[in-house]
């Protein structure tokens, strides 16, 4: 679990955010190594999609990150109170989290959870930033920190490889999740229903709903339906031709060419030339935040930490007549059944 404290830095005469994190006593050196890393990533992505990390380090059995302190609210609080949100408004959104999804891409980093709850928009500037980077992978690290066996992410966000093998996913994958969020909205609804693991087994073995919203056209159906293909390598590839696709859907044009685009590169925040030391503060204000969850029934959009794999889920190809529809069914069946049966021993077990 985790808080979100506002406090004054006495030594810098500012305001910062603080995070602390209560970890497990059960796993207490994996969550510790999992919030340092979390830690050094945002260190390592500076600018204006990316929250400053100022400093971080450990008081027992709690993790605290010091973080400059934002002004606004997330993409999913936004989509709560409105609904949908327009075309202009969501090119916008696309403009400033592909640039900052880019930069992480060719730093070696993989978010692995996108989703509404993780994009906040900034008022002041008017800027939205990627958050949240504690289950991302990273290229140049060893992968102990996920154990085989072991689903990352949030249900309704991940792309059928994720599902499948999450340690092994690569930068397509948080294309698919970014297609999902725009998906909803500009829709209003998410492209696979369903609640828990419902929407994993949607995910692995139902196409898309179709997308039907207030402007677009075919062409941005198309988009759709190419970028939430089953299969990585039949998506779009990189940050610049997903967003590009869009855009060119969005004109009337072949929302599927995925022709390439130059993305200006991000200038980088200033650096703090604060010391290494954790500054002194003094918390002032709580605020409720938003905390890691693991994956229950009704939560499709919770994130889901050492929840037991359901291995490799068979893609069930939708059969003509006879047998092969029967032998369909059953295996949807059975796939459910499965799905269902590992979230009700996790729940058990909790």
């Known amino acids: 679990m985790s808080e979100v404290w506002e406090a ?54 709690h993790g605290f990150m010091v973080m400059e302190l934002l002004q606004g609210e997330t993409l999913e609080q936004k989509m709560k109170r409105e609904g949908v949100i327009s075309v202009e408004d969501a090119t916008q959104l696309l403009r ?21 709850a993780n994009v906040f928009l900034q008022h002041q500037p008017a800027q939205a930033l990627i958050v949240d980077f504690g289950v991302a992978a990273v290229s140049d690290e060893n992968r102990r920190l996920t154990r085989p066996g072991t689903l990352l992410g949030s249900a309704a966000y991940m792309s059928p490889e994720q599902i499948r093998n999450g340690r092994s996913v690569d930068e397509r994958s948080d294309l698919w999740s970014l297609a999902v969020i725009l998906f909803r909205a500009l829709s209003g609804e998410r ?16 196409p ?23 299969e990585a390598h039949l998506r779009f590839q990189t940050v610049a031709q997903f ?43 709580r605020e409720p935040a938003t905390p890691q969850a693991t994956i229950s029934a ?9 929840v037991p794999s359901l291995a490799t889920p ?25 799905a269902l049966a590992v979230v009700a021993w996790f729940l058990s077990h909790a």
């Open 8 to 61: 004054r830095d006495l030594r810098k005469e500012r305001l910062v955010a603080i995070k602390l994190v209560a970890f497990q006593s059960t796993n207490i050196d994996d969550s510790c190594a999992r919030f340092e890393r979390e830690a050094r990533v945002c260190q390592k992505l500076q600018g204006p999609g990316f929250v400053r990390v100022h400093d971080f380090g450990f008081l027992g059995a």
């Open 96 to 116: 400033e989290v592909g640039p900052a999804l880019a930069q992480a891409h060719q730093a070696g980093v993989v978010h692995r959870d996108l989703k509404p």
């Open 191 to 206: 492209p696979f229903s369903g609640d828990s693991a419902e929407v994993l087994v949607s995910i692995l073995n139902d």
């Open 208 to 230: 898309p709903r179709s997308y039907v919203g207030p402007s677009g056209g075919p062409n941005l159906g198309a988009f759709f339906a190419k970028a939430l293909h089953k």
């Open 243 to 285: 967003m590009s696709a869009f855009e060119d859907a969005l004109s009337g044009e072949d929302g599927c060419s995925g022709r390439p685009t130059f993305i200006e590169p991000l200038p980088a925040k200033p650096a703090d030339s604060a010391s290494t030391k954790a500054p002194e503060v003094l918390a002032t204000h």
């Open 298 to 306: 009704g939560e499709p959009n919770a994130t889901i930490v050492a």
């Open 314 to 338: 068979t893609l069930v190809e939708p059969a003509a007549s006879g047998s092969k529809r029967a032998l369909g069914i059953a295996l949807v069946a059975t796939s459910l059944f499965m």
